[in-house]
């Protein structure tokens, strides 16, 4: 990738999560607060105590509130290795000072710790005073504790979807889907309840439920386009704990109920057949998928079909 | 088994390049009358079928099938390619028949994903 801004889309595609959260994350996000800091007057005695006191690696040395080095267990060792754990944390510090802004980015950071081979940075603010200490671990469990947030959200979306609508108060909420369905249009059929199915997975229905709605929704639906003078409507209400499907259409009637709810049993004209439809199981596989089914109909008025899912029993 | 391995197995050629392969088919489901399918298929399976119309895909979608595999030398127009695209359903065409296919895949080890019916409904 180069230094630019610009992404490519491909480059796009490949950011995972965690570096995405480099860029989001600031620095004074994953810092250690507490930091531990050494005077450069101290013995380097005195440091290797505090350092095994506070179990750290490393701290700051600070002189009249500025950072004026930074003392690590390496420099302990070349103390030691000189036998020289009496001299001063100024004589065996490192003066090289890099240092990061609480501001920045954490994979500013991330760059410099690939870069230099530090093991932690002092991090300032815009007045370049210490305000924490950044190693790689605190990087990885700022990471970490920001990826487990990340699934909570998601944890807490998925429970609020899995409880349609249970956060909104009324006395009866409900949301009601329409469809238009035209007679003989083979060539969208289906295409209502695939959008019935969708919505529903959108709000969050378990699968199973709208698979099942979803199947007697397309039944209903090549129904209205086979069956019916004129097609008809399809009418979905999705409420807190059940869902009411209706399809509705203006004649000709269904002629005997009892038969039309015969396993193979079907009206069906031959064009309709080789189109893949009148297996004679519309109704019956409709009756399978709810936990309610209701038909009116007339010669007059027509077919209502009223079909009813509990979200709270799961079926089967 | 892999949607690769299906399609392979079955003598397949893949039309939907673009399309998701990654995901696992557990079963398979033979037949023409989208009804059947919808009344007897589990969800996962691969749908075998000699019925080449745009319903196929929807009814796939509807029963969260994974993958279409068109027998007996059926091939599907661009409607029905470009709706299985839009949905990113994988389709497959075989010169083989449906049995053909579905012998083959029990063999290799595709369980039958089409749940048994009653003959004799109580009611």
């Known amino acids: ?316 | 088994m892999k949607i690769t391995e299906v399609i392979a197995i079955s003598n397949g050629t893949l039309l939907t390049p673009d399309v998701n392969l990654d995901r696992e088919i557990q079963g398979g489901f033979a037949g023409d009358l989208m009804s059947d399918v919808l009344a007897s298929v589990q969800a996962e399976a691969v749908l075998i079928t000699g019925l080449c119309n745009p319903q196929v895909v929807r009814t796939a979608l509807i029963a969260d099938v994974r993958l279409i595999i068109f027998g007996r030398g059926k091939k599907p127009g661009e409607d029905i390619l470009n709706l299985a695209i839009d949905e990113n359903l994988p389709i497959a065409a075989s010169p083989l028949g449906l049995y053909e296919i579905s012998g083959r895949l029990t063999q290799a080890g595709l369980p039958s994903y089409e749940m048994e019916m009653n003959l004799f409904p109580k009611d």
Do not use: W
């Not at chain 1, 998925?158 to 083979?186: C, G, N, P, V, W």
């Not at chain 1, 399809?234 to 038969?259: F, Q, S, W």
């Open chain 1, 1 to 316: 990738m180069s230094d630019q801004a610009t992404l490519s889309d491909n480059d796009a595609g490949m950011i995972t999560r965690v570096e995405e959260l480099g860029y989001e994350l600031k620095i004074s996000q994953v810092m250690t607060t507490n930091v531990v800091t050494f005077s450069p007057d101290m013995t380097m005695l005195e440091a290797l105590n505090l350092m095994q006191h506070h179990r750290i690696s490393g701290a700051p040395v600070i002189m009249n509130g500025e950072v004026v080095g930074i003392i690590s267990t390496e420099d302990l060792i070349r103390a030691l290795r000189d036998g020289r754990i009496d001299r001063k944390v100024s004589d065996y510090m490192s003066k090289n000072l890099i240092t990061a802004k609480a501001t920045d980015k954490v994979v500013e950071a991330l760059r410099i710790f690939a870069k230099k081979n530090v093991g932690r940075l002092p991090i300032l603010d815009e007045n370049n005073k210490l305000v924490g200490l950044l190693t790689k671990g605190d990087i990885t469990n700022g990471l970490l504790t920001a990826l487990q947030r990340d699934y909570q959200a998601e944890e807490v979306i998925r429970y609020r979807a899995s409880h349609l609508f249970e956060d909104i108060e009324s006395d009866r909420t409900s949301l009601i889907l329409r469809y238009r369905i035209i007679k003989d249009d083979f060539l969208h059929g289906g295409a209502a309840s695939n959008n019935i199915k969708r919505a529903l997975l959108r709000l969050g229905a378990d699968r199973q439920v709208a698979r099942r709605c979803g199947i007697a929704a397309y039944e209903a639906e090549m129904n209205l386009i086979i069956h019916t003078n004129n097609g008809g409507f399809l009418r979905v209400e999705i409420e807190p704990h059940k869902i009411t499907m209706e399809a509705y259409d203006d004649g000709p009637g269904i002629d005997d109920v009892e038969k039309a709810l015969t396993p193979g049993f079907s009206t069906a004209s031959e064009e309709v057949r080789n189109k893949g439809f009148g297996a004679g199981m519309g109704l019956v596989n409709i009756r399978s998928c709810v936990d309610e089914m209701t038909i009116k109909t007339s010669k007059e008025s027509g077919t209502n079909l009223y079909m009813t899912i509990y979200l709270d029993k799961p079926k089967n």
